[in-house]
């Protein structure tokens, strides 16, 4: 059954193009009406049997597998507050479902930019629940505030006001392609608008170096370009902690695995102290020292985890 469960999800997130349908069988008293555009649930059987025709007739087996995986749980959250979108969507998760205790050092920081453009550069520890926190925070000083994720986190309807789609795994796939072209000049777009913009540059969630320490990957230059290109103030945030050890285990073994394992891990958090600190932010000025893509990048990441001392 295990093996079975996670052959389930490789279909789910290795598909090309993932459609879900309008029509939901929730029951109208486990959600409030939700708001236009958005359907109370992430994933379910109706949208798997589309996806993968021959789990039409395994009805049983797929609820097993949405349950083994956290998405019944993550389906059921979506509806309760599916009746609010972006920003307000956050609070909700973050206050009324997992009530994490938050530990915010120099928040401060972000009360000196009421308006106009910055980023913030991220590390990754924790997977979707590193955006949720981001749009929390932030979203509290400024509800325009938008974040770039992994397009299957763009499956989560009511987060979309919110998130700017991309596939941060290379491919050929034209239609991933697009997706991702489509999300840079999004992001463009808003940061030239001046609103801001949030980056996970390492573009997946933290996994065991060779140190033997759970850090993230090296940030991709394709978001270090872009920062030089847009020219506005970077701010580091720093989230400190990590997932599970069977989370990272399971990451040494297969990183499908590891992307199976990630509800649970939010939902292991729930009621828990999540710690996260804020930097000074990074002028434009001090961002054109660098000679290139490459070395501006190291620095942020370098200023991004000095925070881990605090």
């Keep these: 059954m295990l093996v079975l469960s996670i052959d389930f999800f490789v279909i789910f997130v290795g598909s090309k193009r993932f459609v879900m ?22 994933l379910n059987f109706e949208d798997i049997a589309k996806m993968a025709p021959g789990l039409a007739s395994h009805r049983k087996f797929v609820e097993k597998a949405l349950h083994w995986i956290g998405l019944d749980e993550v389906n059921a959250i979506h509806g309760r507050y599916c009746y609010s979108t972006g920003v307000e969507f956050s609070h909700h998760l973050v206050e009324d479902e997992f009530r994490f205790k938050l530990r ?53 309807s009511a987060m979309r006001p919110s998130f700017i789609a991309v596939d941060p795994i290379k491919t050929d796939d034209p239609e991933k392609k697009a997706v991702t072209m489509q999300g840079i000049r999004r992001a463009m777009a808003h940061v030239r608008d001046g609103h801001p913009l949030g980056f996970f540059p390492a573009g997946a969630v933290s996994k065991i170096d060779k140190s033997l320490h759970i850090r993230d990957r090296q940030w991709q230059p394709t978001i270090t370009r872009l920062i030089r290109q847009l020219k506005v103030p970077v701010i580091p945030i720093y989230f400190h902690g990590h997932n599970s050890t069977f989370f990272n285990i399971l990451g040494l073994i297969d990183w499908r695995l590891r992307s199976a394992r990630l509800p649970k891990e939010i939902f292991l958090k729930r009621g828990k102290d999540v710690h996260v600190s804020i930097g000074e932010p990074i002028s434009v000025e001090k961002q054109a020292e660098f000679p290139d893509a490459d070395s501006l990048g190291k620095y942020l990441r370098e200023q991004t985890y000095a925070l881990s001392r605090l």
């Excluded at 309008?22 to 109370?40: D, L, M, Q, T, Y």
């Excluded at 550069?121 to 974040?147: A, C």
């Design 104 to 156: 915010i050092d120099n928040e401060e920081v972000l009360s000196r930019f009421p308006e106009g453009a910055f980023i913030t550069v991220s590390n990754h520890p924790f997977g979707g629940m590193d955006g949720i926190l981001l749009l929390h925070i932030v979203g509290k000083y400024r509800k325009d505030y938008q974040v770039m994720v992994n397009m299957i986190l763009n499956n989560i």
């Design 21 to 42: 349908s309008e029509n939901n069988n929730i029951s109208s008293a486990e959600n409030r009406r939700c708001a236009p555009g958005v359907r109370p649930d992430v």
